[in-house]
């Protein structure tokens, strides 16, 4: 059975199949008691039959009339019938040698009878010896029939007994086959939906890429498969979108780069002119100095070009230990011509820090924090870059609540906490749990994609890390990004 429905079809006939046996073997029982009710029906109808005889025999005796003699043979001739036509019913009671001594007795009790009759006829007061041979005779009879109906109730009672404890026990047995197949059913059809959720649970939470559920069933399978393909269509859109994000981001860098483009090209322009204009009389350690000021400047402005080439750059995720301070200072180089004067960048970042990063994507992350931390100030505050190890469990659990945390970090290993703060307008708190949604942005429609913090989340998840934040309207906000920390990289 490979398939969820043929399980749950085969589950429902095995408990209509138990339901349907046990229903069957209870009409069984009932109909044996049946049986027996109706053999007990004739035991005491032809017991009534050989009381109403014997009541008659006594009229008879006493009267010697011929209206007692027709009752009494009326009752004798039914005994008979009852006795003779039931011979089934009665062997369910008594035994056979009992139902032909109760047959015999009966003959000779209707022979003794007919005898007392025709000599009371024929000479009245002549038949009394007769009589105590005819009790004796009756009595028998009498006494065997109450034995068989005794018999029969006690029989009927045991039977009764019996098809009660069977019915509780058939329904014991069938509430523990249901329970058993239940099990079963759960088995087979509920865990691998169990999987299935707790797999959907995993990917909302940003554990899993994929779905990987080990099931042979066509239905999840089916669901496997198309879950799948529909999350690599995803993640290819997202990565169109992280690309589409930088070159926007790309395009906001290029007039800061043209500034820091600048200065050294202005330099290396005036060393020229003022080597064009003393010609060969010029003095040649100072010509030797300006040829040294023009190699450094060009070597400054081909380090700024080859920095935004590899921003902009696409290639596959790769990790490299880079030093975080110098990596902070580039990416600030980024930014340097979009910083107002009345805005201070302040850096905390110990020299001997690395990070085991992709350093394209981590300075795309930084490079939006800075920028959005820059537009909260509006012209005017601090911006403040701070970078500490933190040991396993070192981190206050008071320093932590007023932080939202998004993705999941291990507190267990050490960790690089990288915090940028500035003392801006700050986020709205109705806001603040919605900032890293996909297209989720507070600016006028033209101004912003909602992608930025979004992207952010993503590479930093991307790197085993996770993310917090936490801000007050009017005080400002602090970003803070956990990565794992390598012993290894540590200088």
Same mark, same amino acid.
């Given at each position: ?44 109808e032809f017991f009534d039959a050989t009381l109403e005889m014997r009541r008659f025999e006594k009229n008879l005796f006493l009267y010697h009339q011929a ?6 043979? &009326? ?48 000479? #009245? ?14 009595? !028998?009879? /009498? ?28 329904? +014991? ?7 058993? &197949? ?6 087979? @059809?509920?865990?691998?939906? !169990? ?34 393909? /529909? ?102 180089? =980024? ?7 009345? @805005? ?27 920028k959005n931390g820059i537009e909260a100030l509006e012209g005017a505050g601090e911006i403040v870059i701070r970078a500490t190890r933190r040991l396993p469990?070192?981190? #206050?659990?008071?320093?932590? +609540? &007023? ?41 006028? @429609? ?22 917090? @934040? ?8 602090? =970003?803070r990004v956990r990565l794992p920390f390598h012993q290894t990289n540590e200088k």
């Amino acid at each position: 059975m490979n398939s969820l429905r043929q399980k749950i079809t085969f589950g429902y006939y095995v408990i209509g199949t138990l339901v349907v046996g046990l229903s069957l073997f209870a009409f069984v029982e009932l109909r044996l008691i049946e049986q027996k009710i109706l053999a007990g029906a004739k035991v005491y109808e032809f017991f009534d039959a050989t009381l109403e005889m014997r009541r008659f025999e006594k009229n008879l005796f006493l009267y010697h009339q011929a209206a007692d003699w027709r009752e009494y043979a &009326a009752f004798v001739t039914r005994a008979k019938q009852l006795l003779h036509d039931n011979p089934g019913e009665f062997t369910l009671l008594a035994p056979r040698h009992k139902i032909a001594e109760l047959s015999g007795e009966l003959g000779r009790y209707e022979q003794l009878m007919a005898e007392y009759w025709h000599k009371q006829e024929n000479a #009245p007061g002549g038949a009394a010896q007769m009589e105590a041979a005819i009790r004796i005779s009756g009595k !028998k009879i /009498v006494t065997l029939a109450g034995n068989i109906a005794s018999t029969e109730r006690a029989d009927l009672q045991s039977a009764l007994g019996q098809h009660r404890m069977k019915l509780v026990l058939s329904i +014991a047995v069938l509430i523990a086959l249901v329970i058993v &197949a239940g099990q079963v059913l759960s088995r087979m @059809v509920a865990r691998p939906l !169990k999987q299935l959720e707790d797999s959907m649970e995993a990917i909302a939470g940003g554990r899993l890429a994929q779905l990987d559920i080990c099931s042979g069933d066509r239905e999840i399978v089916s669901l496997t498969v198309a879950f799948n393909h /529909v999350m690599h269509e995803l993640d290819l859109r997202q990565r169109h979108l992280v690309r589409s994000e930088k070159l926007a981001s790309l395009g906001t860098l290029l007039s800061g780069v043209a500034h820091e483009l600048n200065n050294p090209l202005s330099n290396i322009s005036t060393s020229c002119q003022i080597l064009i204009e003393e010609g060969d009389a010029g003095d040649p350690e100072f010509q030797r100095e300006l040829l040294t000021q023009i190699d450094e400047q060009t070597l400054r402005a081909r380090n700024i070009v080859r920095t935004l080439l590899d921003f902009a750059r696409d290639r596959d995720f790769k990790t490299e230990t880079l030093l975080l301070a110098p990596l902070i200072e580039e990416t600030l180089s =980024f930014v340097k011509g979009q910083i107002p004067a009345q @805005v201070t960048v302040r850096r905390e970042i110990p020299d001997h820090l690395t990070v085991a990063a992709d350093k394209q994507r981590l300075q795309q992350a930084f490079l939006n924090l800075i920028k959005n931390g820059i537009e909260a100030l509006e012209g005017a505050g601090e911006i403040v870059i701070r970078a500490t190890r933190r040991l396993p469990g070192e981190i #206050p659990a008071a320093a932590e +609540a &007023a932080f939202l945390h998004y993705g999941s970090c291990d507190t267990s290993r050490e960790t690089l906490e990288i915090e940028i703060r500035d003392n801006g307008s700050g986020i709205p708190a109705a806001v603040l749990p919605r900032i890293f949604d996909p297209f989720f942005t507070t600016k006028d @429609v033209g101004k912003g994609s909602g992608l930025g913090l979004f992207i952010v989340f993503e590479i930093v998840e991307e790197h085993g890390g996770c993310i917090a @934040v936490a801000s007050e309207a009017g005080k400002g906000t602090t =970003f803070r990004v956990r990565l794992p920390f390598h012993q290894t990289n540590e200088k």
